[in-house]
C-alpha cells in the first residue's frame, strides 16, 4: 500500500523537491475532491475518471440484531480506470505516459520552496553501556543452621 507521503516522495526521486512534490500531490487531491463536490466528472485520459453518483434512500438490516435501518440517500464518488491503467495493471507494460519534469506552463503552479536551514552536524553515537556480570558470592557457613535442610528440618545427617 503506498500512502500519500510515499507517493510525495516518489514523486521527489524524479526531480522534484520534497515540498513541491507534497505540494502538487495535496493540489491533485485537492482539486479532484472540489470538483466531485461540485457534482462534477473528473476525466485522467489514460488514467481513469472519477464521478459522483447519486445513491437513493434504502433500508438496510443491523447483522447483530437483524433490525432493518432506514439509510437516507446520499451521493458517492465512483472510479472508472482508463484504458492506460487497466494495461498497466494486467501486467501490460505501461501506457502511460512517464512522468518526468514539469512542462514550462505547469512550472507556475509550484510553490518555491523555503530557503533551507544550514544543517547542525551530527552528535556522534554514544556506545551502548557495557553489561558487567556480578561475581558469584562463596557460599557463606552458617553455623546456626547447621544439619538442617531448606525448610528448617534437621536432615537426618549424623556427624
Known sequence: MVSKSQLAQRIAARGATPAQAAH??????????????????VTLVGFGSFEPVARGARTARNPRTGETVPVAATTVPRFHPGAGLRTAVDGGGTS???????????????????????????????????????????????????????????????K
Open 96 to 158: 502511460l505516459r512517464p512522468v518526468g519534469s514539469l512542462a514550462d506552463g505547469y512550472a507556475s503552479l509550484v510553490v518555491p520552496e523555503a530557503p533551507a536551514k544550514a544543517a547542525r552536524p551530527a552528535k556522534p553515537a554514544k556506545p551502548a553501556p557495557k553489561k558487567v556480570a556480578k561475581a558469584a558470592k562463596p557460599a557463606a557457613k552458617d553455623d546456626k543452621h547447621k544439619g538442617k535442610d531448606a525448610k528448617g528440618k534437621k536432615s537426618g545427617k549424623k
Open 24 to 41: 502538487a500531490v495535496d493540489a491533485v487531491l485537492g482539486e479532484i475532491t472540489a470538483a466531485l463536490a461540485a457534482g462534477e466528472k
